[in-house]
């Protein structure tokens, strides 16, 4: 150890390449924890007991838009459906999406035109900050009404109150009778970046009666795999097809947390790489001191030690070593997890238990065998020989 | 006998460059005996104290120590007989320059499995019997010569070993260190050591009972005198046996895979 000590520049330039190995390691998992922490709950906040459909991945070869098929895809004729005919959905909310223009008083600005129903708000779990979503009323007469998102009332608005002013969608008249309540962003989307408008107008507007997804949100936590089953029965019915998918909330979850975990373990695999490179820097540098200090070990063998004392002795550098940079490397982590939050605001990183216990225990365990082949050389020395060496 | 060699060779390097260090010696060591081997540089006198001290194996004939052949122990074995039966006392002293006085003495007990405690003390205790008791916790660098060769004679002597060997103790050493380090080893010898020296120093060489000549790696003399002088007192205070809590006999008992 006191070899150690004395050696302060090369133990520390020795110890790098571990630092780095669990610095990198800890900082990649807790990049992709992050991400799958925000979209996890980006997932959990589209309601409670959501059901989604989209269309799609119909029987193979039998893509629905390409038979010209009467029905194709889903509609909101499909949402009404099951809103009717479902005993355990309590609402369904059709969103057709399309980009669009908005535009006042000379202001103009790109957004997401949201075409849906009077259930949006409760089966998204999404208030109002201002003004009135719109209405049955609304949707069955057409109604040129438009509620806004935070972020395109404060570009196009400013301080200005917008409930009750008119406004142009792709160049159409709309007035806008609410305001969203802020949501806040998922990574890189603007979640309050969009207006909505009556599903019928935007089916008019966009000239399709096809609509991107459906939110079906079941009666309560027991009843959702029955609204599973239902809407699949109803929506099957009507489509004599099985070209739309229906995934529970918590399948979505699953699924893209197994996807992400994955990504998050190659990227810790990748950055594990580099400890074991720091680890072929400790087995070099242990060779050097185990040549530099082959008088010392002549002197230990000379007055009895065995070659287990020795052995034991150069291991327990070595690991001291790893064990060190391990600690040093988890400070590190943090450091660059703070650095890229600090980088990248909307990209927040979330440090995970478990990817600090992996590196530091990893780094031990690379400590340790680079350790073995130095030790044993030293082990194995002959005490006169080691004695004369120069 | 403590040590019985007879027709002992030692051959260094490889056929060409082969040297023959040692020739047929035949050596008898009675315990409690203090001899020296003298001889000129490059006889062999350094090859054959090696071997004594099972630092190094002889290439054929036979090294029995205390009854046992020592071609039959493994490394672990000879390093348990390095480490409880025999002190080696080096020319160059072969302390660890990064420790102490103390810790260099300590250093056969850590080896010995002997407990921190009582490690400090003996260590503590023999230093002071050296007359190190105020340099105990200085480096060998900030200690004269005779001071390492007296810190290297505590370490030699920690796990109460039946034979000291000595390869030139005295060789870097001024008269007055040199004479004192041969009065400890006459003192250590006269409670029981066996003491093996090497020396150039005739004066030194008459003061043990026995004296063996090589050359050539070749024994060419070995005689017993009766010039048996008395004890001189230049320590604190007299070893003996169970004052430094050295009580244990010079016995194989088994220990450690004896
Ligand atoms: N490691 C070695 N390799 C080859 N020859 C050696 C080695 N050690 C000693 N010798 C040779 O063996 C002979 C005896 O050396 P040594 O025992 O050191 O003599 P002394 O101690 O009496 O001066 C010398 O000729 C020396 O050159
Ligand atoms: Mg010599």
């Known amino acids: 150890m006191r070899g150690l000590v004395s050696n302060k520049m090369r133990s520390l330039l020795t110890m790098l ?65 099951v809103e009717r005919n479902s005993e355990a959905v309590n609402s369904v909310a059709p969103l057709i999406e399309s980009g669009a223009n908005v535009e006042y008083q000379g202001e103009t600005k790109a957004t997401l035109l949201s075409g849906t129903t009077e259930s949006y708000g409760e089966v998204r779990n999404s208030p109002l900050a201002a003004g009135e979503f719109f209405t049955t009323g609304d949707i069955r007469g057409y109604r040129h009404v438009a509620v806004i998102g935070d972020t395109v009332s404060r570009k196009i608005f400013g301080r200005e109150n917008p409930v009750g002013k008119n406004i142009m969608l ?3 008249g709309f007035e806008v009778i609410g305001v969203m309540e802020k949501k806040g962003p998922t990574l890189t989307i603007d979640n309050d970046d969009r207006v909505f408008i009556p599903i019928t107008v935007a089916e008019e507007m966009l000239d399709t009666n096809q609509v991107n997804m459906m939110f079906v949100q079941a009666g309560g936590p027991d009843l959702v795999s029955t609204a599973v089953a239902e809407t699949r029965k109803i929506i099957g019915t009507r489509h004599r097809k099985n070209d739309f998918v229906v995934s529970e909330q918590e399948d979505i979850l699953n699924t893209f947390q197994g996807i992400m975990g994955t990504l998050t373990g190659m990227l810790g695999g990748i950055a594990g790489v580099s400890l074991v490179v720091g680890g072929i820097g400790i087995m070099n540098i242990m060779l050097v001191t185990v040549t ?54 909307r990209l927040p990183t979330v440090i995970s238990p478990w990817s600090i216990a992996a590196a530091f225990i990893f780094a031990l365990l690379v400590g340790l065998f680079f350790g073995i082949y130095p030790a044993r050389k030293a082990a194995r020395l002959d005490p006169i020989q080691a004695l004369r060496y120069e | 006998m403590i040590i019985h060699i007879s027709n002992m060779y030692k051959f260094y390097g490889l056929k060409n460059n082969r040297v023959s260090a040692l020739k047929h010696i035949s050596l008898d060591i009675a315990s409690g005996e203090m001899l020296s081997i003298m001889g000129p ?72 499995g002997i407990a921190a405690g009582k490690r400090h003390n003996i260590a503590r205790e023999l230093l002071d019997v050296v007359g190190l008791k105020d340099r105990m916790n200085h480096y060998p660098n900030e200690l004269s010569g005779g001071q390492k060769q007296r810190v290297a004679i505590a370490r030699a002597l920690v796990n109460h070993p039946a ?48 004296i063996v000549y090589i050359r050539d790696g070749e024994i060419v003399s ?11 007192k230049i320590l604190p205070y007299e070893i003996r046996p169970g004052v430094l809590g050295f009580d244990k006999p010079h016995e194989w008992n088994g220990r450690d895979g004896f």
């Open chain 1, 17 to 81: 390449g571990v630092i780095i190995g669990v610095g990198s390691v800890i900082t990649l998992v807790s990049i992709g924890e992050g991400v799958k922490s925000s979209i996890s709950e980006q997932i959990q906040g589209l309601g409670s007991n959501l059901v989604l459909v989209t269309p799609g991945k119909g029987a193979v070869g039998m893509n629905a838009s390409s038979m010209g098929a009467a029905v194709s895809e889903l509609s909101y004729e499909d949402a009404l459906a």
């Open chain 2, 163 to 210: 034979v000291l060997l000595a390869d030139e103790p005295t060789g870097n050493l001024d008269t007055r260190s040199g004479t004192e380090v041969i009065k400890l080893f006459d003192t250590l010898n006269s409670i029981g050591v066996t003491v093996v020296v090497v020396t150039h120093d005739s004066d030194v060489a008459v003061q043990t009972r026995r």
């Open chain 1, 292 to 345: 530099e200090r082959t008088r010392e070990i002549g002197i230990r063998k000379a007055v009895g030690a065995k070659k287990r004392d020795i052995m034991f002795q150069f291991l327990l550098e070595s690991i001291f070593i790893s064990a060190l940079g391990g600690m040093l490397g988890i400070a590190a982590g943090f450091l660059g997890a703070r650095l890229l939050d600090r980088v990248i605001p």
């Open chain 2, 222 to 232: 070995d005689v017993s005198g009766s010039s048996i002088k008395k004890d001189q």
């Open chain 1, 170 to 172: 792709n160049k159409v």
């Open chain 2, 41 to 112: 540089s490059g006889s062999g006198k350094s090859t054959l104290m090696n071997i004594l001290g099972c630092l190094d194996r002889p290439t054929s004939g036979v090294y029995e120590f205390k009854g046992r052949d020592i071609s039959n122990l493994n490394d672990n074995e000879l390093a348990v007989l390095r480490n409880q039966y025999i002190g080696f006392v080096f020319q160059n002293f072969n302390l660890l320059s990064r420790s102490t006085a103390l810790a260099n003495v300590e250093l056969p007990m850590v080896y010995a």
